[in-house]
């Protein structure tokens, strides 16, 4: 029997400048009493217009900060918060961790969870899923959810007036997006909510695509300046909305493969996960043996906004260590297993230095011009 299609996607979805101003306006039929489970920052740059939204109301508002990671003893601890509160709203405020963290306590309490990204660097916003890890910081699961949250709501202002490399790292998490769904329509691979991919799916991954070469570059200098324009406002879009439904409900391949297997070189372990997709993404061109100009256009963009396109970018200077992280992607399960024919090591790691030969080249063309 063939693989039924489906397409899943947060209930709600708000973004703008100023948007938290109307939270309470967007999510009060959910309930009376919420808890935010918010990053440092997230506290710090929405506590203000979070009170100000719930003036006038006789609602009860919690804040946590959290402890940094979406470990299985943080969940815990805001678990019994909600027990001991009468929670009856689950808000996550901050980065993925921040968010991951409020939709495994709402999920294990039964609640409704709202979120609230302070940062564009990952597609922690929209999807149906967390990253769970031990309380050692180690990583123990993926946990996977019966829905996607209820509400998303994006301030721009927020996004706008946080550091840069964010929005830059978001732009390379998203930029694999429209080419691993591509690569797995072709093999009928599943999408990550393990459905088929619907042409829904693929009509957004592939905006998000377009979305990126049009507005990218722009987007970045208005962020560097905290100024809000059209094109800061569709990436925000196509970083959180487009990418995260989009990879929810289209499916990854190598770039996502390839992330994993460079986090086992300490080199990489600061380096962000968008860059480390944005990298991946190129070799999985290289595999694909796509035409010149398309592998033109994805380093144009990388170029443009500041994604690495050699391994020396992404801090690493022995290019036989480059092995390791080949191996690691390739192991059972991994994602990279979705393109046709399959891949090896030998073949990702050769892609990888293929990659690194043309990102040189590139690099070296531009500086002499």
Same mark, same amino acid.
């Given at each position: 029997m063939a693989v039924l299609k489906l397409l899943r996607a947060p209930l709600k979805y708000v973004q703008g400048k100023d948007a938290l101003l109307k939270f309470y306006d967007e999510t009060k039929e959910l309930g009376n009493s919420f808890l935010f489970i918010c990053s440092n920052s997230g506290y710090k740059n929405c506590f203000d217009k979070l009170k100000k939204s719930f003036e006038g109301t006789d609602c009860k508002m919690r804040f946590e900060i959290f402890g940094g990671t979406s470990s299985n003893g943080e969940i815990e601890k805001m678990r019994n918060i909600v027990i001991e509160d009468n929670i009856e709203v689950v808000v996550g405020v901050g980065g993925g961790s921040a968010i991951d963290t409020a939709k495994a306590t709402a999920y294990y309490e039964k609640c409704p969870v709202v979120v609230i990204p302070t940062v564009c660097a990952t597609d922690a916003p929209c999807t149906g899923l967390s990253v769970i890890y031990n309380d050692d910081g180690t990583f123990n699961s993926y946990l996977f959810y019966p829905r996607n949250p209820e509400v998303v709501i994006v301030d721009t202002q927020v996004i706008a007036s946080a550091p840069v490399k964010f929005l830059v790292a978001g732009m390379g998490d998203a930029l694999g997006t429209y080419f691993e769904a591509r690569a797995c329509v072709r093999t009928d691979a599943p999408s990550l909510e393990?459905?088929?991919?619907?042409?829904?799916?693929?009509?957004?991954?592939?905006?998000?695509?377009?979305?990126? @070469? *049009?507005?990218?570059?722009?987007? *970045?200098?208005?962020?560097?300046?905290?100024? @809000?324009?059209?094109?800061?406002?569709? @990436?925000?879009?196509?970083?959180?909305?487009?990418?995260?439904?989009?990879?929810?409900?289209?499916?990854?391949?190598?770039?996502?493969?390839?992330?994993?297997?460079?986090?086992?070189?300490?080199?990489?372990?600061?380096?962000?996960?968008?860059?480390?997709?944005?990298?991946?993404? @190129?070799?999985?061109l290289v595999l694909e043996n796509v035409s010149k100009e398309e592998i033109k256009e994805v380093m144009d963009f990388c170029y443009s906004i500041g994604l690495p396109v050699t391994l020396k970018e992404l801090g690493i200077t022995d290019i036989k260590r480059v092995r390791i992280a080949a191996e690691k992607a390739c192991i059972q399960g991994e994602t990279i297993h979705n393109m046709a024919g399959d891949v090896t090591q030998d073949q990702l790691y050769h892609a990888l230095l293929a990659v690194d030969l043309l990102g040189k080249e590139y690099l070296n063309n531009n500086k002499n011009q």
């Open positions: 393990n459905g088929g991919i619907s042409l829904s799916a693929m009509a957004l991954c592939k905006l998000c695509y377009e979305t990126l @070469i *049009k507005c990218g570059y722009q987007a *970045k200098l208005a962020c560097e300046n905290e100024l @809000i324009t059209p094109a800061l406002e569709s @990436i925000v879009e196509a970083t959180t909305y487009l990418s995260g439904v989009g990879a929810d409900n289209g499916g990854l391949a190598v770039a996502h493969s390839v992330y994993n297997g460079f986090t086992a070189l300490p080199e990489c372990e600061y380096t962000m996960h968008g860059f480390l997709v944005a990298f991946g993404t @190129i070799a999985q």
